[in-house]
């Protein structure tokens, strides 16, 4: 399996609601990370993972909360967003290293979040 | 600071004709750059990395140490190369700077 998957591939929810987006790799990586992305534009860091610690949360709003069970998959849950919040949130795992030395990061299809 | 910097928003040209997207980056160490292509309704997902020095697709990018550039080119471009080109800078451990982004229209 040398895929990065995602569900759900659509999701609309309220502003009240608590909803989760999965996201699952098989490749062996022990990187793994999220992003957000808006049309048009470049997918922008919210969290890293390594080795199933978080190592990087740009400033993200506690309304995010990413958890990482184990080396295959990884969590984002949503609670109270914002209609701003609507975007494509982007998976992705990349090899011990990351994005040194060449390793390139594998992004998954994306879960198009809309909120209302 | 922007860290990649795409300067062209859209680039349009015809069936066979060259195309050349430009990036220039902004990093005081050696850096580690990518071109990453998101055609329609697909993932985003790496063209080519500039320490493999290989041609992707036809499409090659040359390190410019002295201009601080990582420009994409193609000779002949084809129809199925229309897409949004990203190019991006490994800043740190994990970090991807991306640039803008550029939207390539090739027309037959």
Redesign the interface.
Known sequence: DTEVTQTPKHLVMGMTNKKSLKCEQHMGHRAMYWYKQKAKKPPELMFVYSYEKLSINESVPSRFSPECPNSSLLNLHLHALQPEDSALYLCASSPPGGGLSGNEQFFGPGTRLTVL | AQRVTQPEKLLSVFKGAPVELKCNYSYSGSP?L?WYVQYSR?????LL?H??RESIKGFTADLNKGETSFHLKKPFAQEEDSA?Y?CAL?E?????S????T?VTVRA
């Open positions: 580690e990518f697909q993932r985003l997902q790496l990395r320490i493999s949004m990203y490994s740190s451990d994990y970090k991807l991306f640039g803008a982004g939207t």
